[in-house]
């Protein structure tokens, strides 16, 4: 059947107010001077959605945000990168979410107000909605309370409706992991978080332990393991991947993100899960060719070029 959209993202929205070349780091009461300054679309959820949509799949994205400046400044990127903001909420009442980045030498201090995002809910996300796409990933939950509640209902409603399903936690900025993963998991086809994340959500100290405690209920594992590479568990296999070296990183932000973004593309086309974490693993190396999440996704040919020249990959 003919689908409006190969993927359908649940997820939080919010812009990055990034100050760089601050003199010091800030202290109270006094004033210091940040010699850059950019506002720029935020949300790992959006770069996930725009890198998928730069190399080929048609995106829709289920957000929230107010009528305001910020607001416009989202629905205006994610058009341009492509991806179908129709489904995107604006509610009058609320404000869109803000983070202020504070970069400091190679550390970086963050404060966010969640706004709008806060407020999306399982209301918000109707059964006509999910039946236009083939494929619904959610991510950063621990940002989305009103999702979160409902987590379960949500991937249900997905799964009911003919979807497969992926699902990248994010961090947990409370640090309580809550998360009833032995009913969630069952609904999710592939569960995508990262070497810390998955030890947090299962209280193990390594990655092997935390997948023996949850293989008996998941589906698909893929754990990315930053400059390591990834390790998948599918069917009973272990699969470790390393990564497509780079020597020269300019930044990892995002990273996480367009690893799923090339796994996801090669799922929604029927590859083997070993060639979906290879293909996650490049895009993964590539974020981190250019600065920030996005830069280096402007379109297949393009990621293919630097794919060929940075990391000798061709298909
Ligand atoms: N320094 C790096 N060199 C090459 N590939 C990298 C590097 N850092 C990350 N990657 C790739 O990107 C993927 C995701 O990065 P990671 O840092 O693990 O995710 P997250 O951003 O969620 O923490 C990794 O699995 C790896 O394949
Ligand atoms: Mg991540």
Redesign the pocket.
């Given at each position: 059947m003919n689908k409006e959209f190969d993927v359908i993202v649940v997820g939080e929205l919010n812009v990055d107010l990034i100050l760089n070349q601050i003199e010091s780091f800030p202290e109270m009461g006094k004033e210091k001077l940040a010699g850059k300054m950019d506002l720029v679309l935020g949300s790992?959820s959006a770069i996930f959605a725009g890198n998928l949509s730069s190399l080929g799949a048609e995106v829709g994205y289920i957000g929230k945000i107010g009528n305001d400046m910020f607001g416009h400044l989202i629905v205006e990127s994610l058009n341009k990168k492509n991806v179908n903001i129709s489904l995107i909420i604006v509610d009058e009442h609320l404000k869109t979410g803000a983070t202020v980045v504070l970069n400091y030498d190679e550390d970086r201090a963050m404060v966010t107000h969640g706004g709008a995002m806060e407020h999306l809910s399982i209301a918000d996300i109707k059964k006509e909605h999910l039946q236009k796409a083939k494929h619904m990933h959610v991510s950063s939950v621990f940002l989305q309370p009103g999702i979160k509640e409902n987590i379960i209902d949500v991937f249900k409603l997905a799964k009911e409706n003919g979807l497969t399903t992926s699902l990248?936690t994010?961090w947990d900025p409370a640090e309580k992991w809550d998360l009833d993963l032995n009913n969630l998991l069952p609904l999710v086809d592939v569960f995508i978080?990262?070497?810390?994340?998955i030890k947090h959500l299962t209280g193990k100290q390594n990655v092997n332990d935390a997948i023996d405690m949850l293989n008996g209920f998941a589906n698909t594992i893929v754990?990315?393991?930053?400059?390591?590479?990834?390790v998948s568990w599918h069917k009973g296999q272990l699969n470790e991947?390393p990564?497509?070296?780079?020597k020269n990183?300019v930044d990892?932000?995002?990273?996480?993100?367009?690893?799923?973004a090339g796994f996801i593309f090669k799922y929604i086309k029927g590859l083997s899960i070993a060639e979906c974490q290879k293909f996650?693993?490049?895009?993964?190396?590539i974020?981190?060719t250019a600065s920030g999440g996005t830069a280096a996704f402007k379109d297949y040919q393009s990621i293919m070029e630097i794919a060929k020249t940075k990391f000798g990959y061709s298909e």
């Amino acid at each position: 059947m003919n689908k409006e959209f190969d993927v359908i993202v649940v997820g939080e929205l919010n812009v990055d107010l990034i100050l760089n070349q601050i003199e010091s780091f800030p202290e109270m009461g006094k004033e210091k001077l940040a010699g850059k300054m950019d506002l720029v679309l935020g949300s790992s959820s959006a770069i996930f959605a725009g890198n998928l949509s730069s190399l080929g799949a048609e995106v829709g994205y289920i957000g929230k945000i107010g009528n305001d400046m910020f607001g416009h400044l989202i629905v205006e990127s994610l058009n341009k990168k492509n991806v179908n903001i129709s489904l995107i909420i604006v509610d009058e009442h609320l404000k869109t979410g803000a983070t202020v980045v504070l970069n400091y030498d190679e550390d970086r201090a963050m404060v966010t107000h969640g706004g709008a995002m806060e407020h999306l809910s399982i209301a918000d996300i109707k059964k006509e909605h999910l039946q236009k796409a083939k494929h619904m990933h959610v991510s950063s939950v621990f940002l989305q309370p009103g999702i979160k509640e409902n987590i379960i209902d949500v991937f249900k409603l997905a799964k009911e409706n003919g979807l497969t399903t992926s699902l990248d936690t994010q961090w947990d900025p409370a640090e309580k992991w809550d998360l009833d993963l032995n009913n969630l998991l069952p609904l999710v086809d592939v569960f995508i978080p990262n070497e810390e994340e998955i030890k947090h959500l299962t209280g193990k100290q390594n990655v092997n332990d935390a997948i023996d405690m949850l293989n008996g209920f998941a589906n698909t594992i893929v754990v990315k393991m930053g400059s390591k590479g990834s390790v998948s568990w599918h069917k009973g296999q272990l699969n470790e991947v390393p990564a497509f070296l780079n020597k020269n990183v300019v930044d990892a932000i995002g990273a996480g993100d367009s690893f799923d973004a090339g796994f996801i593309f090669k799922y929604i086309k029927g590859l083997s899960i070993a060639e979906c974490q290879k293909f996650g693993n490049l895009t993964g190396a590539i974020n981190t060719t250019a600065s920030g999440g996005t830069a280096a996704f402007k379109d297949y040919q393009s990621i293919m070029e630097i794919a060929k020249t940075k990391f000798g990959y061709s298909e």
